[in-house]
């Protein structure tokens, strides 16, 4: 069935420092891809997405390419903000699911000054 | 615009009683999903609702219902708690149902505690 595999936490790094967190999935059909972020005590807000092989997804400075032949969807930021610090989710959408969401285990990252 | 909002925010229960968890999905979307969050783990699809049709289900047991009404809002029933019921229950909304593009959009849940 389809899933998402997510980088292992909790990461820690110092403030404008280059951030990677790891995403590969698997599904039956052609996915959209998606990263959520969860700050302390909030519901999950949508960081980026793309829906096709080779999109890039950006936003706030984080970037995503969705890289069909190696089913992954890398998070990545140049330089991070102690305001980043929070929970990220790994998500595709498969078109043969309709629009149910499978998520990774979230990855918890903690920017300090 | 009001985004998606849930209540109550915060839940006791105790094990055996019933609970129902209510979302109101943002204005103009039609579709609703709940999803339950273990700590430290990510959501897992619980069901999914589109024009009061049942559109999708987890793989969680027939204690769990749902239901959605002409306003497009929902509820999310579950009977004879058990302690491992303690969660997170998220309530997404969309747009539509049969699209993978289209995004959710969360709210901020409701953490119910069975004791």
């Known amino acids: 069935g389809d899933s998402v595999t997510q980088m292992e936490g909790p990461v820690t790094l110092s403030e404008e420092a280059f951030l990677t967190i790891n995403c590969t999935y698997t599904?039956?059909?052609?996915?959209?891809l998606f990263w959520y972020v969860q700050y302390p005590g909030e519901g999950l807000q949508l960081l980026l997405k793309a829906t096709k092989a080779d999109d890039k997804g950006s936003n706030k400075g984080f970037e995503a390419t969705y890289r069909k032949e190696t089913t992954s969807f890398h998070l990545e930021k140049g330089s991070v903000q102690v305001s980043d610090s929070a929970v990220y989710f790994c998500a595709l959408s498969a078109s043969n699911t309709g629009n149910q969401f499978y998520f990774g285990t979230g990855t918890s990252l903690t920017v300090i000054p | 615009d009001a985004g998606v909002t849930q209540s109550p925010t915060h839940l006791i229960k105790t094990r055996g009683q019933h609970v129902t968890l209510r979302c109101s999905p943002i204005?103009?979307?039609?579709?609703v999903s709940w999803y339950q969050q273990v700590l430290g783990q990510g959501p897992q699809f619980i069901f999914q609702?589109?024009?009061?049709?049942?559109?999708g289900r987890g793989n969680f047991p027939d204690r769990f219902s749902a239901r959605q009404f002409p306003n497009y809002s929902s509820e999310l029933n579950v009977n004879a708690l058990l302690l491992g019921d303690s969660a997170l229950y998220l309530c997404a909304s969309s747009l539509a149902a049969e699209s993978s593009y289209n995004e959710q959009f969360f709210g901020p849940g409701t953490r119910l505690t069975v004791l």
């Open positions: 609702y589109y024009e009061k049709e049942e559109r």
């Open positions: 599904a039956t059909g052609y996915p959209s």
């Open positions: 204005s103009g979307h039609k579709s």
